[in-house]
Each structure stands twice: as structure tokens, then as C-alpha cells.
């Protein structure tokens, strides 16, 4: 039987102790945050502690907190989250870690320790700059080679910067700067002026 979300967290502070620097439990989910000079070392402990035995990533992706909480955030600007699973035990977990630099968000990569989180921290590369060390193959996967920035920055413009497209006199894909103007996108409710209210009185 898997243990409960209460249990596995004092579990977690059990075996982790002092390298946690947050551990909470909301929703019936687990969420440990930890430094990230630690982040090599607590996924081992994850994965071989045998009172834990997190053997499965099944995601990790990047987040940009710079808007978060309408801007009154005052903490580092880039994490990076990872999801595991423990197949024998069924119980999952959330760890994560801040980068310290928000200039160059710098992390160590955890192919190492699960092979299945390569192309997770290649997205994340891509989508939001963050380098993780020790990568085989960091470079980007889902934008274009000659894309520039990073897409899920909350600063990156919604219309991008170049656009592409198919030039048939030069016969090649060409980059040009942007043609859209920017405006601010704000959704617009139009309705009629008693809508939805009953029609019985």
C-alpha cells in the first residue's frame, strides 16, 4: 500500500534532512524544493534509498517565476522542477531546485541518473535558456538552429523577434525582423446587456 503524502514527506525529511530546503504537502502532492549546488546528490538519495526508491523521472521542465505572484516575487527568477515516480512503492514526488544566477540559469543535468531526462532538459534549454552541466548534447529542440531567445520567458514578445519564411526568387528560407506590429493582447468579453440572466420573473 502506497504510503501517504503525509508519511512519505516526514519520510523524505527522514532520509534528506538538512539538505531540504523546503518540504510541503498541498493537495495530496509532495513538493521538496532543494539548493541546487544539491541536486546531484538528493536525486541519488531519491532514486537508491530504499525506503524511497524513486526509480522513474517522468517529467522535469523549467519556470520562470519573474511575473509570478503579479510581479511581487523577490526570489530567484529561473527553477527547475522534476517529477518522479517509484514503480514498487507508487508514490511520486516533486523536487525543486532555483537557479542562483538569473543572468545564466546554471544547473546540473540528471542524465546520469535517469537517462529518460534528456530531451526534458533540452526543451526546458531551449524554452527557457536554462544550461544544465554535464548534458551529452545540450542544443535546442523544438525551435528552429537559427532561432533567437528563449519563448517561455515571460519577456520574450509575443510576435518573437524574426520571422521566416519561404523566399521563391533566392529559392531558401529567409529571417526578416518581425512585420507585425506589437499590441498589447487583452481579452475583450463582448456580451449582451442582460446576458445570462433568467428569463423568469
Request: glycine share 8%; hydrophobic share 40%; charged share 25%.
Amino acid at each position: 500500500m502506497p504510503l501517504t503524502p503525509e508519511a512519505l514527506s516526514a519520510r523524505l525529511e527522514e532520509h534528506l534532512g538538512e539538505l531540504l530546503v523546503g518540504n510541503i504537502v498541498d493537495r495530496g502532492e509532495v513538493t521538496i524544493e532543494v539548493s541546487p549546488e544539491d541536486w546531484i546528490q538528493v536525486a541519488t538519495q531519491l532514486r537508491d534509498t530504499s525506503g524511497l526508491g524513486f526509480d522513474t523521472l517522468i517529467d522535469l521542465c523549467g519556470v520562470d517565476y519573474s511575473a509570478y505572484q503579479d510581479g511581487a516575487w523577490e526570489g530567484s527568477r529561473f527553477a527547475v522542477v522534476a517529477h518522479l515516480l517509484s514503480v514498487s512503492r507508487n508514490h511520486r514526488v516533486r523536487v525543486r531546485a532555483f537557479c542562483a544566477d538569473d543572468d545564466l540559469p546554471i544547473i546540473a543535468s540528471l542524465v546520469d541518473i535517469w537517462p529518460a531526462v534528456n530531451w526534458f532538459e533540452r526543451e526546458a534549454f531551449d524554452m527557457y535558456g536554462i544550461v544544465f552541466e554535464g548534458h551529452p548534447d545540450l542544443r535546442r529542440i523544438l525551435t528552429d538552429y537559427g532561432f533567437v531567445g528563449h519563448p517561455f520567458r515571460k519577456d520574450f514578445p509575443i510576435s518573437g523577434h524574426v520571422e521566416m519564411r519561404y523566399d521563391p526568387e533566392l529559392k531558401r528560407v529567409v529571417y526578416e525582423p518581425v512585420s507585425i506590429d506589437p499590441r498589447e493582447v487583452t481579452p475583450r468579453i463582448v456580451r449582451e446587456a442582460h446576458y445570462g440572466e433568467s428569463d423568469r420573473g
